[in-house]
């Protein structure tokens, strides 16, 4: 099993930059594949970006070309940079892991959640 903790959320204004961070604790982060996912008030958890253990990435087009999700496997650490906010991306963000070699990216693919940390983009 793996334990994810969040960190990095707040708030910013339009147009402003954050990132966040992953650590996982339990076992070996490169044995996962991770996940980003989000979840607005009053909307389903929607996927932000996955990375599997080979580094592939995948993102929502809604994210495309302004988040970057990354992962340091020495560090047993995930990244979500997020650069040019916008006001719908306000919601808690989650991070998220599995076994696997593939790439994952609904949500029931994933056993493992942290706690979620929030993201307020306003002005």
């Known amino acids: 099993q793996v334990q994810l903790v969040e960190s990095g959320g707040g708030l910013v204004q339009p147009g402003g930059s954050l990132r966040l961070s992953c650590v996982a604790s339990?076992?070996?982060?490169?044995?996962?594949?991770m996940g980003w996912y989000r979840q607005a008030p009053g909307k389903q958890r929607e996927l932000v970006a996955t990375?599997?253990?080979?580094?592939?990435?995948n993102y929502a087009d809604s994210v495309k070309g302004r988040f970057t999700i990354s992962r340091d496997n020495a560090k047993n650490t995930g990244y979500l940079q997020m650069n040019s906010l916008k006001l719908e991306d306000t919601a808690v963000y989650y991070c998220?892991?599995?076994?696997?070699?593939?790439?994952?990216?609904?949500?029931?693919?994933?056993?493992?959640w942290g706690q979620g940390t929030q993201v307020t983009v306003s002005s």
């Open positions: 998220s892991a599995r076994l696997g070699i593939g790439s994952y990216t609904r949500v029931n693919d994933y056993p493992y």
């Open positions: 339990g076992n070996i982060l490169s044995l996962y594949v």
């Open positions: 990375i599997t253990r080979s580094g592939t990435t």
